[in-house]
């Protein structure tokens, strides 16, 4: 059964009966795992992350084949493009799109939008979208956090494999797969930590976020 929540869009709150529940994001930032933006400028953030945000929204369209390419900004259209070009030769067949839950790991709680489960090459797949040229450390432990929170799948290996798709400007994708076991153990140890600095009535930065990580 679901756990009950609300979501602040604007905040990028999650809530349960009014009180914010951490996000797995927000939980890497508290853990001090998140990709390190401080040497880049506010301007160049705030780009992206309005990239990223149209590109999420509009790749959600594709799989839900309702996009009207007449909305279409042409500043994103290369990222769009390197999604097509992965579903075509990969084959990848989403089933959750960009899907909102709040779930117990461990007993504690804990919030989060996975962008995609799916099928490909016979297994099942919890996939991020990125908008970025880099990849950093953390996105292996997000993608872990992920799986966490859904159920177990019911078929073997009763598991998701885990990646992060790449899409570029320029209409290219890379696809990186994880599968350090020890990424779960981390995420573990990060949500600790940052239930232990609630109760404790610290400050975790619940409702800001790592820009890029979230939205790119």
């Given at each position: 059964?679901?756990?009950?929540?609300?979501?602040?869009?604007?905040?990028?709150?999650?809530?349960?009966?009014?009180?914010?529940?951490?996000?797995?994001?927000?939980?890497?930032?508290?853990?001090?795992?998140?990709?390190?933006?401080?040497?880049?400028a506010?301007?160049?953030?705030?780009?992206?992350?309005?990239?990223?945000?149209?590109?999420?929204?509009?790749?959600?369209y594709?799989?839900?084949?309702?996009?009207?390419?007449?909305?279409?900004?042409?500043?994103i259209?290369?990222?769009?493009?390197?999604y097509?070009?992965?579903i075509?030769?990969?084959?990848?067949?989403?089933?959750?799109?960009?899907?909102?839950?709040?779930?117990?790991?461990?007993?504690?709680?804990?919030?989060g939008?996975?962008?995609?489960?799916?099928?490909?090459?016979?297994?099942?797949?919890i996939?991020?979208?990125?908008?970025?040229?880099?990849?950093?450390p953390?996105?292996?432990?997000?993608?872990?956090?992920?799986?966490?929170?859904?159920?177990?799948?019911?078929?073997?290996?009763?598991?998701?494999?885990?990646?992060?798709?790449?899409?570029r400007?320029?209409?290219?994708?890379?696809?990186?797969?994880?599968?350090?076991?020890?990424d779960f153990?981390?995420?573990r140890?990060a949500?600790?930590?940052?239930?232990?600095?609630?109760?404790?009535?610290?400050?975790?930065?619940?409702?800001a976020?790592?820009?890029?990580?979230?939205a790119?």
């Amino acid at each position: 059964m679901g756990i009950d929540f609300t979501f602040d869009a604007e905040r990028h709150l999650y809530l349960i009966q009014g009180k914010p529940v951490p996000s797995v994001t927000q939980v890497l930032h508290s853990a001090g795992l998140s990709a390190d933006y401080s040497m880049v400028a506010a301007e160049v953030i705030e780009r992206k992350r309005i990239i990223g945000e149209y590109v999420h929204k509009a790749t959600q369209y594709i799989d839900e084949g309702c996009l009207d390419l007449e909305t279409v900004d042409p500043e994103i259209q290369g990222y769009l493009t390197g999604y097509e070009n992965f579903i075509r030769e990969s084959g990848f067949r989403p089933d959750l799109i960009e899907r909102r839950l709040v779930g117990r790991i461990n007993g504690m709680l804990c919030g989060g939008t996975i962008d995609r489960t799916g099928s490909m090459a016979g297994k099942l797949w919890i996939i991020d979208l990125k908008c970025i040229e880099r990849l950093y450390p953390s996105f292996a432990v997000q993608t872990a956090g992920y799986e966490l929170l859904l159920p177990k799948p019911v078929l073997p290996p009763f598991k998701y494999d885990r990646a992060i798709l790449q899409l570029r400007r320029d209409g290219s994708y890379k696809l990186t797969a994880y599968s350090d076991l020890a990424d779960f153990d981390v995420f573990r140890a990060a949500l600790v930590v940052t239930a232990w600095k609630m109760n404790q009535g610290m400050d975790i930065q619940t409702g800001a976020r790592t820009d890029l990580d979230e939205a790119a």
